[in-house]
């Protein structure tokens, strides 16, 4: 059987899902939707030079235009959204308005744990799936944390840490843009929601800097950052008794995002810029920023550690999951292009086979963590994955 997938957004992350479906999606069409109808069309041909055939096709749709969407999702079996995570809110419920399977790459997580999955068994009459939050955090590091519960019989601690970054650390922050500024800035401000004895728990982010060692990199740092552990807080709670997620960077780029934001450049409240001009500090810092740490000839890297902690036959048992992905030359994609849309397209092609259940599904719960892991490693990616077990003679 074959399936129709459309995708909306033909920036960074949504011709990788286009290439990875081409390649493992039984596809028997591909549409790459962007308001940009030039780029939508470029990118599909880059994506059918790679893949040696005619599947993808561009379309030119904006995605603030309510009619046009219902009118693209109507084409395809399966929607993926690679738009900037804000608008994910509404495009979900118009796919469940449409009665097509849907799933993004970022969401707000409270309001679809305590909003939107009222609308569940709307959803199982349609005998659809609508999953969020199917990137890369949240998302492929969330299926690495379940992965590491499975192999357990009681898990006590998990922590994900991850990070997209350059290859060297460059000035001024040691950081290289990788997806949507705004996107960057959210992440960086609010909460994070966390595990806690068992119970979700909203902390501070950017104030707990942790030091982490990850072998052929050396010592990055960890803070914490909003949306990265998705619904899982509320999905493992009593289950798990401590599970979080922390963004990793170079040494000394907390210290120059703190000072940023305590001196109220992501504020969102608007300020007079000139006479009758206002303007957000967020947005502003948006435009600014960008051109600082847009390095087109620095090639980047994503990073995962992954440390958990439990019992497995009645002993201690510790498993740390380590996994460094680069620039691919020979296909021109990023390491964050890579990670991000393969695993969005991996969800996708679950959701289009059936195997990912029906109705609106938090997304820690759309497929094992096992099952998704043997998934990943037919894409060629490496994941080390080291065990300790203490067993008493």
């Not at 470029?42 to 309510?66: C, G, H, M, S, T």
């Not at 980047?300 to 019992?311: P, Q």
């Not at 259940?357 to 963590?369: A, C, D, K, L």
């Amino acid at each position: 059987m074959q399936f129709k997938y459309a995708i909306l957004g033909a920036g960074m992350q949504g011709p990788a899902v286009a290439y990875d479906l081409a390649r493992f999606g039984d596809a028997e069409i591909i549409y790459l939707a962007d308001i940009d109808e030039e780029r939508a069309t470029q990118k599909a041909e880059w994506v059918n030079r790679l893949v040696q055939r005619e599947i993808v096709y561009p379309k030119r749709v904006d995605a603030r235009d309510d009619k046009q969407v219902l009118n693209y999702f109507e084409q395809a079996d399966v929607v993926i959204s690679a738009v900037p995570w804000q608008m994910n809110m509404r495009l979900i419920q118009l796919a469940l308005e449409a009665k097509r399977n849907y799933i993004d790459m970022g969401n707000d997580p409270e309001w679809f744990w305590h909003e939107f999955r009222k609308r569940d068994e709307e959803a199982k009459k349609a005998h659809i799936a609508l999953v969020p939050d199917c990137g890369l955090a949240p998302g492929m590091v969330n299926h690495l944390g379940l992965y590491c519960i499975e192999k357990m019989d009681e898990c006590d601690e998990v922590h994900l840490r991850c990070g997209g970054l350059p290859q060297r650390p460059i000035p001024p922050i040691g950081y290289k843009l990788v997806f949507n500024m705004i996107g960057v800035i959210s992440e960086y401000m609010g909460t994070a929601l966390v595990l806690r004895d068992g119970k979700p728990h909203h902390v501070p982010t950017l104030d707990d800097v942790e030091c982490v060692y990850v072998d052929d990199l050396g010592t990055l740092e960890a803070a914490s950052t909003s949306g990265g552990t998705s619904t899982a807080p509320y999905t493992l709670a009593g289950k798990v008794k401590e599970y979080d997620y922390k963004t990793l960077r170079y040494p000394g780029h907390w210290a120059v995002m703190r000072g940023l934001r305590d001196l109220g450049f992501f504020d969102e409240k608007p300020i007079e810029f000139a006479e009758g001009v206002h303007i957000t500090p967020r947005e502003f810092s948006a435009k600014v920023i960008p051109p600082h740490i847009d390095f087109p000839e620095e090639k980047d890297l994503v990073v995962v550690d992954v440390y958990s902690t439990g019992k497995k036959h009645g002993e201690p048992y510790v498993i740390r999951l380590q996994f460094i992905d680069y620039h691919d030359d020979e296909t021109g994609f990023t390491a964050m292009e890579r990670c991000t849309g393969f695993s969005a397209s991996i969800i996708a092609i679950g959701t289009a086979k059936g195997t990912v259940p029906r109705g609106i599904v938090p997304y820690e719960q759309s497929m094992s963590g096992h099952a998704f892991v043997a998934e990943w490693l037919k894409r060629g990616f490496k994941l080390r994955e080291t065990v300790s077990q203490l067993v008493h003679m």
